[in-house]
Structures are given as C-alpha cells and as structure tokens.
C-alpha cells in the first residue's frame, strides 16, 4: 500500500487543509481516533475509558507551531486539561510534544513552557510524559529532559527502539518512568535500524532491560500482540511486579486487545488525542495503516 501511504502524508502536510479542518467537527470518522475537539468532550471520553478499567494520556493535538502566541495557547489549552482532569478524579495524565511548547522557537522558551505545565501537574498529582518526536528534535529533547528531570519527579520520556541511541539510554535512563516504542518517524540508516526484524529485536531489548534492570517504571506502547504475549512471558518467568509496568494503546485502536488485556488484570493506558487539529493527526494514522479507511467510510455514510 505505498501509494495510498505517501496519498495520506501528503494529505496530512496539506496547509490548506489543516487550517479548513480546524474550523469544523470532527470528520470522516475521525471521531474513533480522536477524543474530542473541546475539553469537556474529551473529559467525557475519559471517563467512559476510566469506568472500562483504563487509564488514559491526553495529547493536545497541535501541528506547525511557529509562533510563541500559538505555543502559549497549546500550552493554556494543557493546562486547562489538567485541572479538567484533577476536577472530576481521572486516571489521566499528560502527553507532551516539545515541538508544541516552542522547541524550535526558542529553546528556553519551550524549557519555561515544561517548568510551568510540570508545576501544574504536580500540585494535582500527576504524570507528565515528554513524548519523543524526529530526530532532528532528539538532542535538544533529551537536553530538556535531563534539565526538568533534575527539578521534578513527575517527568519521564520516550525512547524509540529504532534508533541506535537506544541501546546507551535505556541504561542512562533505567531509573526514569519510560515509555518504550518502536518510533514512528523516517529517519536515515546512520541514525536508525530500517529493518522490522531489527526493530522489533531492539524494542524486546529494551523491554526486557528496563523491566528487570531499571528501577523506573515500563509503559510499554505498541499495538504487536507478538511483543506484548511476549513480554507477559517475561513478566511471568521473571515475577516482575504488576505494579512497575502497562501496557498503552492509542485510542480506537485493537480495542478488543485493549479489553482483553484488562480482563486479564493488566494495566492498559489509552492514549487520547483530542483537540482542533485532529486532521494532521488522523492522516497520520490513515497513512500508517490503510485498512483503517473504514473508519473514513463508517464515518462518511454516517455523516
Ligand atoms: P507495528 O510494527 O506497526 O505492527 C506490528 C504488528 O502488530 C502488525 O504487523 C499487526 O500484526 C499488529 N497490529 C499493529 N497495529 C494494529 C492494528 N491497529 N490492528 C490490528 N493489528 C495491528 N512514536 C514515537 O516516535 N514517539 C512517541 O512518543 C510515540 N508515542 C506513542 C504512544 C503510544 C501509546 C503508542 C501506541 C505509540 C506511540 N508511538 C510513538 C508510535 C510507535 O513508535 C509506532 O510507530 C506505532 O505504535 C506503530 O508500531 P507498533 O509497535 O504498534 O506495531
């Protein structure tokens, strides 16, 4: 399916269309991938995945920021969800894209971004989550993490198994709060493995590693039952205690495995995008697997 991939992300980077799209509901079925566009919509979504057994991470949805106007009103909006959620008693937390905040506006800019959206958190208890975007982002990423890592213990990263990297910050990061995944950006063959097998070999590397040789907490976050039975596996031979791991899906995705897997007592996160610029996000997500166009169809025969 490379033509209908390279179809949807260039649809996904259409300026024209993303700035359309913010202007109206959500679309084409994008209602089973998305949260909400506003706050208290998105609150409800959390509530209904709360009461299914599941936790969930917000991302406030933002593309192109290039302003510092348009970085604090991401930021308000954040804020905003996180007294949302302290409000009502949620088992929510916080998803962040430095690219949102301001990285490459002005670094300390996007660091005085964190501080505050951090500060926040902390007062209502809660988790925040920098998430890991391209690798030309990595540097100034990992930078800003190990300086708020510094002031604050409610902060944790991403790292992607993709990348060679990888294998040097699982072991300097093994006490941190971890998010594990394949990663989902292209990058070049000097920087990052190309080959699934040696993907997916790296992402049980670092799964393996930090659940028995980190003292951090593991989300592992992939929708491939292969690595997720295998890590129960795992889990089971080598007692790893339930309460150092989740398991964390993107919202309508495998929701049959999701429920499956808190059936069998696991903790799964659902990671809840939510916000007006859900078009960029949910081409992304059409691009990364076509089959998902019946959720275009669903959605337009149902609109
Ligand atoms: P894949 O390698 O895509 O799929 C493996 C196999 O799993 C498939 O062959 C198929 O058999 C099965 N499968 C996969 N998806 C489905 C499906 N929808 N339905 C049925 N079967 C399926 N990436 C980053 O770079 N930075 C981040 O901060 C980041 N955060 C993420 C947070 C969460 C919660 C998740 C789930 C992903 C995140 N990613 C992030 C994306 C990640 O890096 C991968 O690009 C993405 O998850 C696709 O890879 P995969 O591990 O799910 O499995």
Redesign the pocket.
Known sequence: MPLLRDIFIHLSENDMLNEATKKVGLRFGADKVVGGIKVEDTIERIKDLNDQGMGV?FDNLGEFITEKSEALQEKSNILEMIQAIDEHGLDAHG?IKLSQIGLHIDYDFCLQNMREILTVAKQADMFINV???NYSSYDDTIRLVDTLKEEFDNVGT?I?SYLFNSREDIIKYKDMRL?L?????KEAPEVAFQA?KDI?AA?MRLIKTHLLEGSGYTSI???????IEETIDFIKENDIPEDTFEF???YG??KDYQRNLVSRGYRV?V?LPFGKDWYAYFMRRLA??PQ?INLVLKGVTRD
Not at 181 to 185: D, E, L, Q, S
Not at 221 to 227: E, L, V
């Open positions: 991470t998803s998430d890991m975007e991403v992607q998010r995944v394949k990663g989902a950006y699934k997916d992402y976050a992939t929708h491939d039952h292969n690595i964390q899906m993107l995705f495998r996160i990671y990364e697997r998902n």
